[in-house]
């Protein structure tokens, strides 16, 4: 016989590990305090380190003063976004707290994204300055004219080196496109004399826990992206959950590897913000692929590694694997995707670590499952539990309120002090995503007797490739802008590495010819890299419903034969 699950009722907290508190007294302390704490606490530990550059938390927290007041002299207030379009950098850790600190607001966005991408962001956030590379910065200057834009300010990945790195890289960076030289125009700065002429005053602005933080993008269904709300609350709450959920992680004693990308939701409040928050050294990593991984790792000996599935696959394919010391590292964190159970043993036996595996969304800022960190409590293959604060429960899919019997598949929705305030301008979106406090995940799963949540099916188009959420409608809507195209629908398809790749199957109009690679190319200049489709499939026609809605399911399946 099955039984209900109530909202007192909360099996998950009987398979909690030891020391797991059912709640967490939050402190209304905002992220920018925190840094100050940890600089008060570990002045001289390492902050972050950057190909060898190292940043002290007294140091780090200075840093942030200066980038604050540079903002403030550009006219950039309480309220206003802030772009910052870097990978793992100094400059981006620093830009992110610097406008947390004065009350703006932080917009994280993906160097990989194109120009039409971007341009989105930008204008939905009303973004009035760009932190950048000087990789990207003559696009950005060619792009500002269409945004509110005042402001651009260029890093280097050369700003911050050890010796002799830092003397060779100029010599270097431009043949191996490292640097690139930026174009002279009105209100654009250079990173590092703009932080030197500035005084390091913090600023005076008071936080509230209810105000702003960040817009976090990300795709919609319907190939919207998004603006998810976090407030300061969100991001507070998020990380102190977090130190609850690992006790046996003290704080100033532990090395992050810093992989994840920071304008990810995901790598942002794991890898940075809950490092700072500890008061743990981070060791960035701007390019995450496996050979810097394992070089990484193998010099600078992190201790808690959060990665996602594609990494530590291919890791394990890599033949450094071999000659890599790993056994710094105590803990890993998962998310994204599932992660394979071989690939879970496989790694545990060469670190000696121990993994689990997660649950998150952009908009519950991510996490608010993890299994418990525990080699005999956690459930391979299960997201976990219910972190402290957090309620979740099985719901009928078609009505969205009936709670499912234990077992019984249905919509997975939370409710904790993580979850979004709700989407940017789109009242209508929030109010389907949220329904009374309830996020509403979208997600089929199940929960078993002892509280564990399983993921059964996920949002049916989404496809999840190198551990990016790609929405189908984002790729179909640049194939429907080609004049030979009459229609395009794009599925997931498995890949060894990636975990999924884009296909397309496009039927052209009639009299027209295309190729495969013609249409690939074609899409290179508005999607981001990790979304082009790896395979075109070109058909005389869609299998549709009788209303006219294409059937992806056949079209998946059909594929799937053929594999």
Known sequence: MTTSVGDADKPWLNSYAKGIPETVTFEKTCLPEFLERSARMFPNNMAILFQGYKVSFRELNEMVNRFSACLLEFGISKGDGVAILLPNTIPCVVAYYATLKIGAIAVMNNPLYSDRELLHQFNDSKSKCLVTLDLLGNRMIDLRPQTSIQH????????????????????????????????????????KPLMAMSRPAPPKCVLSFDDVAMYQYTGGTTGVSKGVILTHANLSCQVQQLEAWFPGFNKGEETMLGALPFFHVFGLSVAMNLAIFMGWGDILVPKPQSQPLLETIGKFKPTFAPLVPTMYIGMLNHPLIHKTDMSSIKGCFSGSAP?????????????????????????????????????????????????????????????????????????????????????????????????????????????????????????????????????????????????????????????????????????????????????????????????????????????????????????????????
């Open 152 to 191: 651009i300010v260029c890093t280097s990945l050369g700003d911050y080196l050890p010796f002799p790195q830092n003397l060779l890289f100029p010599l270097v960076a431009k043949k191996r496109k490292l640097a690139a030289d930026v174009k002279s125009a009105p209100n654009v700065h250079k990173w």
């Open 339 to 563: 992660l394979p159970v071989e690939v879970i043993r496989d790694f545990e036996k060469k670190t000696g670590a121990i993994i689990v595996e997660g649950f998150g969304m952009t908009e519950s800022t991510p996490v608010t499952h993890v299994n418990p960190f525990s080699a005999d409590n956690r459930k391979v293959g299960s997201i976990g539990l219910p972190i402290p604060n957090t309620q979740s429960k099985i719901v009928d899919l078609s009505d969205g309120l009936t709670e499912m019997p234990v077992g019984e598949p249905g919509e997975m929705i939370v409710r904790g002090p993580q979850v979004m305030k709700g989407y940017l301008g789109k009242p209508e979106e929030t109010a389907q995503t949220l329904v009374d406090g309830w996020l509403h995940t979208g997600d089929i799963a199940i929960m078993d007797k002892d509280g564990f949540f399983f993921i059964v099916d996920r949002k049916k188009d989404m496809i999840i490739s190198g551990g990016y959420n790609v929405y189908p409608r984002d790729i179909e809507e640049v194939f429907f802008a080609n004049p030979k195209v009459q229609e395009a629908t794009a599925i997931g398809v498995p890949h060894p590495t990636r975990g999924e790749c884009v296909k397309v199957f496009v039927v052209l109009k009639p009299g027209e010819t295309a190729t495969e690679k013609e249409l690939i190319d074609y899409c290179k200049g508005s999607l981001a890299t990790y979304k082009l489709p790896t395979s075109i499939e070109f058909r005389d026609e869609l299998p549709k419903t009788n209303v006219g809605k294409v059937l992806k399911k056949d079209l998946r399946a059909e594929t799937l034969k053929k594999i």
